[in-house]
């Protein structure tokens, strides 16, 4: 079992920024792929950032260039640092992951953009 427990949302105007961060209950951040969801209002679950367990990240076109994602392996904890955030980015950020076969999600954390 794992717990994932994601914090730092917030309510923000658009061009500002936030960090998230995801706390997982073992150390899992250095030996398995994290990644943050984005889920907007009235939409399904979008993956927008990968931080694999190699070190390297991936991001989704919405978000590259104005997200970094990166670990903390001694704090089991990943890191999304949101800049110059839109009105677009409001919405549930989820923190995920897999575990042989077993998928976890944190509870989320609120986002809200205005503009």
């Known amino acids: 079992q794992v717990q994932l427990v994601e914090s730092g949302g917030g309510f923000v105007q658009a061009g500002r920024s936030l960090r998230l961060s995801c706390v997982a209950s073992r150390n899992i951040t250095s030996t398995r792929n994290m990644y943050w969801y984005h889920q907007a209002p009235g939409s399904r679950r979008e993956l927008v950032a990968t931080?694999?367990?190699?070190?390297?990240?991936s991001y989704a076109d919405s978000v590259k260039g104005r997200f970094t994602a990166s670990r903390d392996n001694a704090k089991n904890t990943v890191y999304l640092q949101m800049d110059d955030l839109k009105t677009a980015d409001t919405g549930v950020y989820y923190c995920n992951a897999w575990v042989g076969c077993s998928q976890y999600w944190g509870q989320g954390t609120q986002v809200t953009v205005s503009s």
């Open positions: 931080v694999h367990a190699t070190g390297l990240t």
